[in-house]
């Protein structure tokens, strides 16, 4: 079995990820940057509000955009679903996120007509300085 094959593009993604999530929240929640077969880049520029003590982006603030990654991999391999629910996330936080652009890159590792499963990778200035590592599972309708 090969790599699932691309049900969307990016502006479709996009679209999707547009709708799917409330407007005051989707400013939150990252920026579709590339997308691949079995893959998908986003890119997160932290508000102030996404601070925690000490000056770095929160865990909270993380979390979420490896769950909207791992959500939008899904989307653009599974279809335009809204109705896929996060049943896992397990994240390693790495070191300190600065106040710069965040990347997240998800890695659609399973895609089963019932569950899916993702390794999200967040990183700053290049690839191999990831700031958190996630597991993310999904059940789909």
Sequence with gaps: MGEPVLRLTVA???AFLDAAFPTAARATLGEVEGLARGRLR???DP???MARPGGIVSGPTL???ADVAAYGVIAAHHGPEAMAVTN???ISFLRACRFEPIVADAHLMKLGRRLA????RIWQGAE???VAQAT???ALP
Aim: glycine share 4%.
């Design 12 to 14: 479709e993604l996009s």
């Design 42 to 44: 986003m890119r997160l």
């Design 47 to 49: 508000l102030p509000a």
């Design 63 to 65: 979390m979420a955009l």
């Design 88 to 90: 896992a996330l397990s």
């Design 117 to 120: 499963t993702v390794d999200v």
């Design 128 to 130: 191999d300085r990831l």
């Design 136 to 138: 993310v599972g999904y």
